[in-house]
């Protein structure tokens, strides 16, 4: 691309790079949760339009009405000036007077000659005044003084004349259309009516999706599910089923795959029972020594192939204390003679299942006692987790060799060499107890020199 390309392309990006940034944080402005957020996609349109609705109400036909009311009555109290003028008699002004009062609902008194009042304070929402003081101005052109405040339904008005103030009072409700108010209150009523309805609504709507939300979390962690039927919109209850199909596949496998290795193990273990036997029985003939080994061997190897297809299947959650199972590690590696080191800090109590979890650490501590000299076993509760650190000074794992360790009977070759006895199995037994956990496992350079093994589980 040419550089004039690149320049012109330039403020395109930066525009795109600003929306970003401002979806990004009107993403952080909202609420997190479904509930919250379904509510606000409802309510906002629905709010904006009615505001929109009222501001274009107030802006054009409130506003004009008003107006048209004020000029009506400005119109009439001119009428009455103009007659004043020109019948300045006091039987006639009487008489004018009983006309306004009858036939144009004005109550007029002539006052003495004077001056008007100090001009009242205006009112903070004074289209009435503004309207009413315009139409004053327009049509009389005499000075004037109004209050609009003063008294609740009436609005009193003030006119200087040659030779005498005319007083007018009339009704509020003459000049102003006051059925804005009782239009207000029906749109905010409404509005609330609708909030309320759609709260209700959206609960029950929200109610089955966090149900499943526990449950899959629930399932994921190892954790017992309770059945239970599918409720809410048809895409929910979809979801529901196809979760307890899952979940029922998934169960079936795992016992299926215990059965067989249970069966495939026990069938082996009687030969090698009989195997035993026949060795004890031809002891003096040939040196059986080594046949005998080779048979131990292979019935340690038989019940680690038992364990690792048995999981930590069946075995319940529980509160365990993980302190107390950390330093009964701790002890183990102290008699085989190795230096450790057991520390915890947090809450002790963890829900876990207690034999699954000591087998995974247990894997673990074996390892960095077959390692290493120095073995250090740290256990971390905070913010929800559990974290175990299991930390050797031993040659380490190579990067590259960190994710193959787990796969099942693999072995480095220096792990031969020490002991051949291993089967390759213990930390992919360990990471499968720890994701059935809800966790995992991670391999890092220890700050003893050697291995780092973190074992993290939701606590
Ligand atoms: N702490 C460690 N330091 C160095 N290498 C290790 C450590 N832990 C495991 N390894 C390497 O990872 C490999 C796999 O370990 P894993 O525990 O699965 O099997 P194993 O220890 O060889 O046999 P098993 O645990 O079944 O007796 C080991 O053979 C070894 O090469
Ligand atoms: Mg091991």
């Not at 990004?24 to 997190?32: A, C, S, V």
């Not at 906002?44 to 107030?58: D, E, G, I, R, S």
């Not at 409404?190 to 149900?211: D, G, M, S």
């Not at 099942?408 to 107890?433: C, H, K, M, W």
Request: glycine share 8%; net charge neutral.
């Amino acid at each position: 691309m040419t550089a004039t390309a690149q320049a012109a392309l330039q403020p395109i990006r930066s525009i795109r790079t600003a929306w970003r940034r401002f979806t990004r944080g009107l993403g952080d402005l909202m609420p997190k949760g479904l509930f919250a957020r379904s509510l606000i996609i409802i309510i906002a349109p629905v709010v904006l339009l009615q505001a929109l609705v009222a501001f274009v109400f107030m802006e054009e036909h409130w506003q004009q009405v008003t107006a048209r009311l004020s000029a009506a009555v400005v119109a009439d109290i001119a009428a009455v000036v103009d007659l004043l003028e020109l019948n300045p008699g006091e039987a006639d002004t009487e008489e004018i007077t009983r006309i306004a009062r009858r036939r144009l609902g004005l109550n007029v008194a002539v006052l003495p000659p004077g001056p008007l009042p100090p001009a009242a304070p205006k009112p903070f929402f004074d289209l009435l005044d503004r309207n009413f003081s315009r139409a004053l101005i327009k049509e009389i052109g005499k000075p004037f003084w109004v209050d609009t405040v003063g008294r609740s339904n009436l609005i009193e008005i003030r006119i200087q004349l040659d030779d005498k103030i005319l007083r007018v009072f009339a009704r509020r409700s003459q000049t102003y259309a006051s059925n804005s108010l009782i239009f207000i209150s029906w749109m905010v009523g409404t509005a609330l009516v609708l909030l309320a309805i759609a709260i209700i609504f959206l609960r029950n709507q929200i109610r089955p999706i966090l149900r499943l939300a526990h449950a899959v979390d629930d399932f994921g962690k190892g954790r017992a599910v309770e059945d239970f039927p599918p409720r809410g919109a048809r895409e929910v209850r979809a979801a529901t089923v196809a979760f307890h199909d899952m979940r029922e596949r998934v169960d079936r496998q795992i016992e299926q795959r215990t059965e067989m290795l249970a069966g495939v193990s026990h069938d082996l273990r009687t030969i090698l029972t009989r195997f035993r036997l026949q060795l004890a029985l031809i002891e003096d003939k040939i040196d059986v020594e080594p046949l005998k080994k080779d048979v131990d061997d292979m019935n340690r190897m038989l019940e680690g192939y038992l364990a690792f297809a048995r999981g930590d299947a069946g075995e319940e959650t529980m509160p365990t204390d993980v302190d107390v199972m950390l330093r009964d590690l701790g002890n183990e590696a102290r008699i085989t003679g190795h230096e450790t080191l057991v520390s915890f800090s947090g809450d002790p109590i963890v829900k876990v299942r207690p034999q699954g979890f000591k087998r995974c650490l247990m894997n673990l501590v074996k390892n960095a006692c077959r390692h290493g000299k120095r073995v250090a076993v740290t256990g971390i509760h905070e913010h929800g987790f559990l974290t175990v650190f299991v930390d050797d000074d031993g040659p380490g794992i190579p990067y590259e060799e960190r994710e193959d360790v787990f796969k099942p009977f693999y072995r480095g070759d220096q792990a031969r060499n020490i002991d051949e006895s291993g089967t390759g199995l213990g930390l992919s037994i360990a990471r499968d107890v720890a994701r059935s956990h809800g966790g995992d496992i991670r391999l890092d350079q220890s700050p003893l020199g050697g291995l780092r093994v973190s074992v993290t589980v939701p606590a």
